[in-house]
């Protein structure tokens, strides 16, 4: 039984990893600030929940749980507003689109 | 070979990153980061060459560093706030003058 | 050689990486983001090495804190003064890349041949740890054993701060490039993050005292949301300290020789700290005084007011 739960983390955990690598990847490979905005709030957030639900079920105690729960949401707010900020600044100083680009 | 022994190594060589950065680095603000870089190494050094006791690194040697961190970040405040007015007084990003610049 | 030595090796090659592209880099901007980055692996490495205080403190004071106010000075004296190319001479950097690489062979040897005391002063800080009522060796040194180094380094971030308003002189207070609040989100974060980060604070204040944590990790947190209130305008800095400012800005060392002196009163050799109850006072002093120095000397200002008043 806990070495069935164990896994159940571990593997929680390292699905979490592999999200953080394509929104890594994302944000080294796509063409312009708004695709990489994309792939690294999407990936990581996403990344971000399954490595703190794998570390819950790994510490199997419901006040860590919870703190794991509130460092996820407190991310994701943070996530979401720096991304905002950075799109809304690249859109008024004119960044360039690379899709429009490419359709000139 | 050891953690200690891999963060040892790698604090002396950031170390002399942060001394070849502070002299050979034309801007102000450059300088002191690459001063920042070597007091990050001094302190990684410090804990990895104190001892350690069964509850981790030696106490005594955390709080030194703790207190340092402290220390470090109201320096180089300073140290700003004294680059902001040298900029607003002479305009210039360097200790040497305009025209002592080898251009 | 097992899996986590692996692991140290790569942060080692990192920060070793990181750090020369820190001091030789073209952009300055790009390499004030590279050296949060390479704080940010040093907390990691004091993760690795079992410090987990030291990680916190560093996470949040040696890259974040430090990376903040880098960045306000870059933009305060603006992107025209970006460094030009060195001019320096190829022969001169050759001599010196040659001196300190033999450098820091030296330091590296000099570090491994180091050899551990058998009994350090960590051994004896842990047997006379339960004495103290604390459960954390750090904060037990920080507080207890060696309160008198604290106690001066209150001091000398008092000095910073008079030195940074000292050279302000009469200039008015650094303009700050805010972030307009009517910004979709910006105004609704500021209601979600204060009340958490004074959660937060409090929280590692309390624990400090038996976990890791503690007035340092605590003003780091308060100190942020300092920052985030005065880059939306919420704190608006201005050119004249209060009476509120400066007592707050001296009440960590207050509190400090306040009690020193009353354990001498009663009976004790002074500047001896007793009781759980004393630790909790001069570490919600001290909290406070960091998180408005820091604040302070972000801000550039000598004091802050309000949007409303």
Redesign the interface.
Known sequence: MNGAIETVGLVLVIAGCVFYAAGTIGLLRFPDVYSRLHALTKADNQGLLLVCLGLAVLAGSVQVAFLLI?VWS?GL?AA??SA??IA?HARHAGEPHASRETER | ???????????????????????????L??K???L??MS??V???M?????????????????????G??????????A??????L??ET?L?SLRAKDD??? | ?TV??VV??M???A??AL??R???GGS?FR??VL?IL??LL?AL??A????P??AL??AA??AG??GA??L???R???AD?E??P????PG??LV??VL??S??AV??LA??G?E???D????A??EALPGTGLGN??T???LV??GL??ML?MA??LV??L??WT???D?RP?RVHR?DRR????GS?LT??AP?TLLVAVHLLLAGTDAPGGA?QACAVLTGCGVLMVLTGTLRPTAVAGFATRLLVVAGLAAFVLVGAGAGFVGHAPMTLTGTWAVYLIETAMMLS?AL??TL??A?ARGLRGEGS
Not at chain 2, 69 to 78: D, E, K, L, R
Not at chain 3, 86 to 89: A, D, I
């Open positions: 509130v407190v707010v979401a507003v905002h900020l809304r | 070979m050891s953690t200690e022994v891999v963060y040892v190594l790698a604090a002396s060589a950031v170390f002399g990153a942060g001394v070849y950065g502070l002299i050979v680095a034309n801007h603000m450059r002191l980061l690459a920042n870089v990050s190494a302190f990684v050094t804990l990895t060459v104190a001892g350690t006791t069964p509850e981790g690194p030696d106490p005594v040697a955390q709080a030194l560093v703790l207190t961190i402290v220390i470090a970040v109201a320096a180089t405040a300073f700003l706030a004294l680059l902001v007015r900029v607003q305009g990003v610049d080898g251009a | 050689m986590g030595v140290d090796m942060l080692g090659l920060l070793v750090s020369l820190v001091v030789t300055l390499d004030i050296f390479f704080g040093v490495s004091w690795r090495l079992g410090a205080d030291l403190a560093e004071i040696g804190l430090t106010l880098m306000m000075a870059y305060s004296i603006g003064t460094e030009r060195v001019r320096r001479r001169v950097a010196v890349a300190t690489g450098l820091v330091i590296g570090a491994l180091i551990r005391v058998p350090a002063a960590g051994d800080v842990l060796a750090v037990g040194v920080l054993f060696r180094d604290t380094e000398v971030l910073a701060l030195g940074a050279v302000l002189g200039a650094g972030v910004t979709p989100l910006v974060l979600v993050v958490i340092f960091i120095t820091m000397l972000f550039r």
